[in-house]
């Protein structure tokens, strides 16, 4: 940049200085302008990785013990390198694009989908190459702008409900995990407390433990607070489990031991990541059962990966506070594109589709704000390839702690649902309490789009729906009859 130094006489210029390192990584990041720092950044994505972590364990569990239509079955080793290298890859690609601090992971619907429905019909080369396809469609989509007019044409109550939802969904998921609401194996009540209405295991009672201190932390606005809580709570853990000795649950033969892991110092440290799955894919899925029942399973794969990425984007947004009154956020088709990419990589990796973790959540209540907190996540989950026995330090009941704080703050955004208005209260209260009881993002928005049309449109108001809105409402209607329908077209299960 040239500037003049005397205006009336020779025109004579000094070189401006350049800017430092740290200042155009503010300015690609836009971390002042978010009003957050690199030190908070990096915080953030520190936490939002140990909210994570899990997933290195939980997704191989999911995969790896469930044989295909051969027999052939994914190695446990296999599984967790691959999730690790595609979370990391694809948290850092949305955090350069993006810049938003949304990371991405093995989405667990579509993990268990693959291995509960899927794999029974195919191999899981070929479950792979149908989660591709779903992904390439997905990209398509963003790429002609279609995904975003869907964003867009919902209603600001909707996103906002959708907002509330997920925080309630991941307190759920955070109890769950947390052993401190279990299945009561009965038909009423459904769920319960603890083990026959007590909480008086030592899993549980450190996540009360780090609940309560983690609370205590927040509440007095102490900075790191979400990771002071994990440490501490870690550390408490180890502790409880060399006194105690309670060891794994063990799929439930042990109701009173750790979820996924036991909290206890790591043997070994090191090791190098088996990446063998990479590229394992086939597409001789439609000629092995058929192209209409591989198609209806690529519908039920797009749609669930569609609505449940865009439900968890829009309730991260709104709590990083980057969303804008109508509920969208900056670089919205980048990052719709990006994410169809993930379930690109997540079926190519076979790790299964990877996309927007809504523990994204952890950080973002830690103070990140922008794509920087991705990278710090996604090179911890690279570093996770070499390190995969300390992921397994932390226990999923101190995590699950930091996921109902997490839940709490987001909950917060229904001060601002018009609840007097019942043509949008039912809509609203139908996708917010959906999403937990059903275990699926995708189910709570389609219950919300569907009661939306129908309820609004039958009191007067039905010129105020985009045509988009009905559209997706009906393609909801589909998704949830799509049982019967396939029986109705002789399409195996």
Do not use: C, H
Not at 38 to 58: P, Q, S
Not at 385 to 405: D, G, R
Request: aromatic share 8%; hydrophobic share 55%; proline share 4%.
């Amino acid at each position: 940049m040239l500037r003049p130094v005397d205006p009336g006489g020779p025109v004579t210029t000094t070189p401006t200085a350049p800017r430092s390192f740290r200042e155009r990584l503010d300015g690609f990041f836009e971390i002042t302008g978010r009003g957050s720092t690199v030190g908070t950044e990096v915080r953030g994505g520190l936490v939002t990785f140990v909210a994570m972590a899990y997933i290195v364990i939980l997704n191989p569990i999911i995969l790896s013990g469930s044989a295909d239509v051969e027999g052939g079955e994914l190695g446990f080793g296999q599984v967790a390198a691959v999730t690790a290298l595609t979370a990391g890859v694809m948290t850092i690609l949305f955090g350069l694009i993006a810049r938003l601090p949304f990371a991405f992971a093995a989405g667990l619907g579509i993990n268990s989908f693959l291995a509960v429905s899927v794999v029974g019909q195919v191999t899981w080369a070929e479950a792979m190459g149908l989660v591709v396809i779903n992904g390439l469609i997905i990209v398509l989509l963003a790429a002609t702008g279609l995904r975003a007019m869907i964003f867009n044409a919902v209603p600001i109550q909707l996103k906002i409900a959708i907002t509330v939802g997920i925080g309630l969904f991941i307190a759920f998921i955070g109890f769950v995990d947390a052993g401190f609401v279990r299945s009561t194996g009965a038909g009423s009540p459904p769920v319960g407390l603890g083990i026959e209405g007590s909480v008086a295991t030592v899993p549980t009672a450190v996540f009360v433990i780090s609940l309560l201190l983690t609370g205590v932390l927040v509440a007095r606005k102490i900075k790191g607070a979400l990771l002071i809580g994990i440490v501490a709570s870690t550390i408490i853990a180890i502790i409880a489990e060399a006194v105690f000795k309670v060891g794994a649950s063990a799929g439930g033969e042990n109701p009173g031991g750790w979820n996924l892991s036991v909290p206890t110092l790591p043997t070994q440290i090191v090791g190098l990541p088996d990446l063998s799955l990479l590229g394992q894919v086939s597409f001789g899925g439609f000629e092995r059962i058929g192209a209409l029942a591989a198609l209806m399973l690529v519908f039920t794969l797009v749609f669930t990966n569609f609505f449940d990425a865009m439900g968890t984007m829009t309730g991260l947004s709104k709590e990083a506070g980057v969303a804008d009154a109508k509920g969208d956020f900056p670089r919205l088709r980048s990052a719709l594109i990006v994410e169809g990419v993930g379930a690109v990589a997540g079926g190519a990796s076979s790790s299964s589709s990877s996309t927007v973790f809504i523990e994204s959540g952890a950080g973002i209540g830690e103070g990140a704000r922008t794509g920087l907190a991705n990278i710090v996540t996604g090179g911890l989950f690279l570093l996770a390839m070499f390190f995969t026995p300390l992921t397994q330090i932390v226990p999923s009941e101190v995590a699950a702690a930091a996921l109902v704080i997490v839940g709490a703050l987001m909950m917060s955004q229904i001060k601002d649902i018009v609840w007097t208005e019942f043509s949008v209260a039912l809509p609203v209260f139908l996708t917010v309490v959906v999403m937990p009881l059903t275990y699926s993002i995708a189910n709570g928005i389609g219950a919300g789009f569907i009661a939306w049309v129908v309820i609004r449109s039958l009191s007067g108001k039905a010129r105020e729906i985009s045509p988009l809105l009905w559209i997706v409402a009906a393609g909801f209607l589909v998704f949830f009859a799509r049982g019967p329908i396939e029986m109705a077209l002789g399409v195996a299960s």
